[in-house]
Each structure stands twice: as C-alpha cells, then as structure tokens.
C-alpha cells in the first residue's frame, strides 16, 4: 500500500448510500500510474475518469492534534494535476451498498500523475476549475469547492480519520484527495484526459 484516496465528498454521491459523509480507502502500488499510460483492452472493465489533485506527504501527520486546512499544508511535498481511473466492475452498480463500495475500495483502479504544480500554496482551491475529456470532446466539470470545500479540507478530513482509526499519513504517501465531479464513464476506447484550468493535466489512452 503507498497511499490513501477521498471518495464520495458530495452529499449527492453519499447521501444515497445511505452514508454519514465521504469516506477514504487505499492506494497500492499497482495501481500507481504516470501520465501517459496506457491501459490495454480488458481491463478497466468500465473505465471512468476523475479530475483530482495529488499530494506526496513531506512528514507525517500523526495524532495528537487536530489537523485544520491550515495546519496540514506543512505535512505537504508535492503536488499534482491527477487523474483517478475508477473501473465499475458491477453487473449493476446501483445494487452496490456504501460499505460494499467501500470494501470494494470506491471503484479504485489506479491513480495517475501528470503535470506537476509548483507554486501550490498560491492556489484558490476552492475556485479551481477541474474537467475530464475523451479525444478532447467535454465529459464533466466541476470546482475545486466540489472537494469538501477545497483540497486542504479534505486532506485535514483523512488525516484525523485515519489518526482517529489508529494510523496515520506517513511522509512518502500519496492522495487522491476527491474529484471535482462525480466519474464520467468513458463511452469507448481513446485519449482520456483530466486537467485543471491554467495548472495543467493528465492523460492515459485506454484501448
């Protein structure tokens, strides 16, 4: 395992799971991609994209305190423009309950950096404008309010749940911190790119 993922930030995706708020589930190293990947025919099975920053942890955020949208950017290396490949891999996702989702690590398959962001302290999170594309035609968009309010938020968020189930984000973690807007499910093989406005983006061809 090399790292964690926030899924279901919006009320509208986990009110009707039945489900007090967004949840987290794991990253594993198998499914840690660059842009530029290719994914063969086969497999995802139902390949969806996401538009969501990454971040590298640069020191642990261990417990003992409460950790704010302020107080974790200090826990931060790295940031990029990412992309969440998820794969619906359910005959019928809609008979999938919230814990099965969340067993099911929220339809993760794998996640994928692409244009680094070097002067991320300087960012208005919450007004980030976030899309995903297939061979450049427009599938979804969404703000980086989307995100529990705006990255640092939903960061702090899994740093004190994790500390609250005994664990920890650890320098060298690396978080898909939630999409700007619920997955766009691709309509067939091509270029798939998610991107932020003025930062850059994140491609994968999938066959």
């Given amino acids: 395992m090399v790292g964690w993922k926030v899924a279901l930030t919006l009320p509208a995706q986990y009110g009707p799971l039945k489900l007090s708020g967004p949840v ?6 198998s499914g840690v991609r660059h842009s530029g990947a290719v994914f063969d025919k086969g497999y995802p099975i139902k390949p969806g994209i996401e538009p969501e920053l990454v971040v590298k942890i640069g020191k642990d955020a261990g417990p003992g305190i409460r950790h704010t949208a302020d107080s974790i950017r200090a826990h931060i290396g790295q940031v990029w423009c990412g992309m969440e490949l998820v794969d619906n891999r359910y005959a019928d996702v809609t008979k999938m309950t919230g814990p099965a989702r969340i067993a099911d690590n929220v339809l993760q398959a794998a996640l994928v950096t692409g244009s680094e962001i070097k002067e991320w302290r300087t960012l208005d999170f919450p007004a ?4 995903s594309t297939l061979d450049g035609k427009e599938l979804a968009n ?6 529990m309010g705006g990255m640092p938020i ?6 004190n749940k994790l500390n609250e189930h005994g664990r920890m984000l650890r320098a060298g ?4 911190t939630g999409s700007v807007h619920p997955p766009a499910f691709l309509p067939g093989p091509g270029l798939a790119r998610t991107e932020f406005e003025g930062l850059g983006g994140t491609e994968i061809t999938i066959r």
Avoid: E, N, Q, T
């Fill in 142 to 147: 969404g703000p980086g309010s989307a995100v």
């Fill in 128 to 131: 980030l404008k976030g899309r």
């Fill in 173 to 176: 973690d690396l978080v898909l």
């Fill in 24 to 29: 987290f589930a794991a990253i594993y190293r």
């Fill in 154 to 159: 939903s960061l702090a968020w899994l740093a």
